[in-house]
């Protein structure tokens, strides 16, 4: 993109506007230099870092602006040297912060990596209890059938008991 001071120089060198009638290079035909300026400064107002320039008076030849390219750059470096300068702090300033967040991200991530380890731990914990359940529910079960056979042995041992006690009475009458 061409900013108005380069685009005003360009259009001055292309289309002449020193004034031929005079030998001197440093003498300008106003008429043309102000047109010029009047673009210059419309594009000026349409970019918030462009220098804006003035308008020159055509009787007295004299700007209440800068007076010449010298001066016109010498805005236009200083105005470029703010803006830099704004720039690198706005840079410093996120390189900063994003230094700040490349660490709170490290601290995320093993922070993450941890709870995962103790995720894993107890799953594998879990698992070992599921194992744990599983075979006291089979030793209970296993208990309880012994407890039946224990239960039905003492009652065929009491229906034994019995009979031999009625023999036994039997035999003694």
């Known amino acids: 993109k061409t900013k108005p001071v380069d685009s005003m ?5 292309t289309k002449g506007i020193m004034n031929a009638d005079h030998d001197s290079p440093f003498s300008f035909d106003y008429e043309n230099i102000r047109d010029y300026q009047k673009q210059a400064n419309l594009n000026a107002s349409l970019e918030d870092d462009a220098i804006p320039l003035q308008e020159i008076d055509e009787k007295t030849g004299s700007s209440t602006g800068p007076a010449n390219v010298c001066e016109l750059y010498e805005a236009k470096l200083a105005a470029t040297l703010r803006k830099n300068s704004s720039l690198e702090g706005q840079l410093s300033a996120a390189l900063a912060s994003r230094e700040a ?56 041992l009491e ?10 009475d039997d035999t003694q009458k």
Do not use: G, P, W
């Not at 120089?9 to 060198?13: D, K």
């Not at 229906?159 to 009625?166: E, G, I, T």
């Open 101 to 156: 967040m490349e660490k709170y991200l490290s601290t995320v991530i093993k922070s993450r990596q941890e709870m995962e380890k103790k995720l894993a731990d107890s799953m594998k914990e879990i698992d070992l209890l599921k194992e744990k359940l599983a075979s006291a529910e089979l030793a209970q079960e296993e208990a309880n059938s012994l407890s039946n056979i224990v239960h039905s042995d003492n009652v065929r």
């Open 159 to 168: 229906h034994d008991v019995a009979f031999l006690k009625a023999v036994l």
């Open 9 to 13: 120089l360009e259009m001055a060198a």
